[in-house]
């Protein structure tokens, strides 16, 4: 039996009852105040959760060596580290670097892939997939992922961004829009899939989520047009078997004959760069059919920037993924029923690109092309003394 004192008492069951102290240092300063008040061995691991080892270990040691101190785990000696600090550095530049640089032939490295290339150029004589793995970790490196990014090469960009901006926000050449003057975000979303599950899609159960036959027959493939109203958050769209300049026409056709469209001052469709809409050319057609239509051009690759990608990636979400369809009317069919479900709540998107984004963006773009000027010129300096010694 251990017997502890008053002030022992107090500091073990400061612990016991701590809610930042380490939980096993808890359960073993429960375990001496358990043999401390006369329960044996079993009893303290049926009490505490534990084997009666454990038990035995931890009453032993505290009635036999220095109190509190000795609840704590003793140092271990464990193996010195096997690789250096240059080793260790070593493998992450190497794992900084493109594969195709070092002449490996992948696409992105991983672990067993970086250890087996560390090994290859001497970096170590032998070293596993998983110490790698916690090399890279204290640097948070992880090239085996990748995101992909698109540099902005519109030299217009800016003048483009903001004239759609300033229309979501309900103006035009600094002039507010007038209530008989509308916005409509409109583009073409391609190959929605036809494809008909070999077997019935099984519906979701109790711990079984839903389950959709991998083989499948094609069918083909619609395009959905759709034309978004921003601010009253309405769509509009049709489905047809292919994208093009008939097809664009057509859902125009279909928006600009109704009220309030009809008979507005002024109707600004804002699109994308895709064939069925692009340039001066489209904008001159729109607007020889339509008085009081204006084609307004997103920036070129910038078609995020057009608010009905956000009503597509919705139609993606809940309608065309998974896809199982038995054909072409089943698709239209359940694209349109969606756009009227859709429409009965739908609220105006908040956009989250705004004018001050849009200034940042610009100044980040334009400290990254002054970086490469200074690049080129720096290049440039470096050849010109082999130059002049070349001409003496």
Same mark, same amino acid.
């Given at each position: ?25 808890? &359960? ?20 505490? #959760? ?9 009453? #032993? ?28 550095? /070593? &493998? ?64 217009? *960009? ?77 769509? *509009? #769209? ?49 607007? /020889? ?21 956000? *009503? ?14 038995? #054909? ?10 969606? /756009? ?8 105006? *998107? ?43």
């Amino acid at each position: 039996m251990i017997t502890l004192s008053a002030s022992e008492r107090r500091r073990l069951k400061k612990i016991a009852y701590s809610h930042t102290a380490a939980y096993q240092l808890v &359960v073993r300063v429960r375990i001496v105040l358990d043999a401390a008040h006369g329960y044996s061995n079993n009893q303290i691991a049926q009490r505490r #959760g534990v084997t009666v080892d454990t038990v035995r270990l931890w009453r #032993g040691r505290y009635r036999s060596q220095e109190g509190i101190k000795s609840l704590t785990d003793r140092p271990r000696s464990g193996l010195p580290p096997t690789f250096s600090t240059l080793q260790r550095a /070593e &493998v992450k530049a190497l794992a900084c670097q493109l594969p195709a640089e070092t002449g490996a032939p992948l696409s992105r490295w991983s672990c067993p892939e970086l250890a087996r290339e560390a090994v290859t150029r001497r970096l170590a004589a032998t070293i596993s997939a998983s110490t790698v793995r916690r090399i890279l970790a204290e640097d948070t490196l992880k090239p085996w992922q990748h995101q992909s990014w698109i540099f902005i090469r519109d030299p217009a *960009f800016a003048a483009k961004a903001t004239r759609v901006l300033d229309l979501y926000a309900r103006r035009w050449d600094d002039i507010p829009l007038g209530d008989d003057e509308y916005v409509l975000s409109a583009d073409e979303k391609t190959s929605i899939q036809d494809r008909c599950r070999c077997h019935p899609t099984l519906p979701p159960g109790s711990s079984r989520m839903m389950r959709i036959n991998h083989d499948y027959d094609r069918g083909g493939a619609l395009a959905y047009l759709a034309a978004y109203d921003v601010h009253r958050a309405h769509v *509009f #769209g049709r489905c047809s078997p292919k994208t093009g300049i008939v097809p664009f026409m057509d859902l125009a056709e279909q928006v600009m004959t109704q009220e309030p469209y009809a008979s507005a001052k002024r109707v600004f469709w804002i699109v994308d760069n895709g064939s069925s809409h692009r340039g001066k050319t489209a904008a001159d057609r729109l607007t /020889e059919r339509f008085r009081n239509a204006v084609m307004v051009h997103t920036p070129v690759h910038a078609s995020w920037v057009n608010q009905v990608e956000i *009503f597509f990636s919705i139609v993606q979400r809940k309608v065309a993924s998974p896809n199982d369809f038995t #054909g072409h009317d089943q698709v239209e069919d359940r694209l349109i029923a969606f /756009e009227r479900r859709y429409n009965e709540t739908a609220r105006p *998107f908040s956009s989250k690109f705004t004018p001050a984004d849009l200034e940042d963006l610009m100044a980040r773009i334009e400290r990254h092309e002054q970086k490469e000027r200074n690049s080129q010129q720096h290049d440039d300096c470096d050849h010109q003394p082999a130059v002049l010694d070349a001409a003496a």
